[in-house]
């Protein structure tokens, strides 16, 4: 045989970017996220990011030389990993919780399952789970913003969600301050996880990652639009008692959910219409969460349930193949 002749299965296409290229470009994509966080937070923000980050490294080599396969550090997922892991912590995480979640992030949610391509849940969003579950305390605490060079002292406060639904269970009504923050919303300047502040900065880094066409529409189209609609139907049910669509959109973590971390390749559809399904599934999952389950953020959850769906999805609407009689046109 000739060896220049290589013979392979299907897909033949290429989409002329490898993993590591698309990896540096989400890197590249969430650094005004960063950044905010660090003004906003200061040194605590930016000493939890290195130690997410250098934690799911370490931990991924590690396990990589255990199960004696290659090490693949330098394909950037881990480095990703770490960063989206960082943006679910607590600013004044301390330093024992970021790296156990790094060795829950990689170990339990990557590695275990055979690694990059093969995990069914998105690793940062299980260790950010199983550390809400496992240390509510710790994950439960945030501190108002403290910009760099404003000689202000971090104290602790409630996130936007979660007076909302201090305000809602002992009052039933919205709280006083809910309606007049949007412009801080937008820009970042209020208490929450690292990447759950900056809804600017995120759509900033999401807008890059439509310019280099490794994100599509589906998925954020769907989950943002959903939440729209049915966190609109309970508004216009009772404004006086739940919150409007643009305070579903601008707090918390749903964009940081709707662009990174729904839009996981691997966890996630691999059709339009499935996409658009998960995307859909995500949104009112996270409505119904906020609105009526025990924790005051949904996102982490509808994903982690839509992550379970994606195979039952994959499965159903896959498209027809290319000859049988459901495939004819």
């Not at 829950?104 to 789970?129: D, E, H, M, S, T």
């Not at 990447?195 to 900065?201: I, N, R, T």
């Not at 982490?300 to 000859?323: K, Q």
Request: proline residues 8%; hydrophobic residues 50%.
């Amino acid at each position: 045989m000739d060896p220049q002749l290589h013979l392979s299965s299907s897909p033949h296409l290429q989409a002329g970017q490898d993993t590591a290229q698309i990896m540096r470009a989400v890197i590249y994509s969430l650094l005004p996220a960063c950044a905010v966080a660090v003004y906003f937070f200061g040194l605590p923000a930016l000493g939890v990011l290195l130690l997410a980050t250098l934690g799911c490294v370490a931990v991924e080599a590690l396990c990589q030389r255990l199960m004696r396969q290659p090490v693949s550090v330098a394909d950037g997922s881990a480095v990703v990993t770490g960063i989206l892991l960082a943006l679910n912590l607590p600013p004044g995480a301390p330093w024992w919780l970021v790296l156990l979640g790094a060795v829950i992030a990689i170990a339990i949610g990557k590695q275990v399952f055979g690694g990059l391509g093969a995990n069914p849940f998105n690793p940062a969003l299980v260790a950010r789970v199983a550390l809400l579950v496992s240390f509510p305390v710790q994950m439960t605490t945030w501190t108002a913003p403290a910009p760099l060079g404003s000689g202000l002292d971090a104290v602790t406060a409630a996130t936007p969600l979660g007076e909302w639904k201090t305000a809602v269970m002992l009052t039933g009504k919205l709280p006083v301050t809910q309606h007049g923050g949007t412009l801080d919303y937008l820009l970042g300047n209020m208490p929450g996880c690292i990447g759950e502040v900056s809804a600017l900065a995120l759509l900033l880094g999401a807008a890059y990652l439509f310019w280099r066409k490794i994100l599509t529409w589906h998925i954020p189209v769907a989950y943002l639009g959903s939440v729209v609609v049915c966190g609109g139907l309970f508004w216009l049910a009772d404004p006086g008692r739940y919150p409007d669509p643009l305070f579903h959109l601008l707090t918390g973590g749903l964009i940081l959910g709707a662009f990174y971390m729904a839009t996981d390749m691997v966890t996630s559809p691999v059709t339009g219409r499935g996409m658009v399904l998960f995307g859909v599934g995500c949104g009112v999952l996270t409505v119904l969460i906020r609105l009526f389950g025990g924790y005051p953020e949904g996102v982490s959850f509808a994903i982690l349930l839509m992550n379970a769906a994606t195979p039952l999805i994959d499965r159903y609407l896959r498209p027809p193949v290319f000859g049988t009689a459901a495939g004819k046109s």
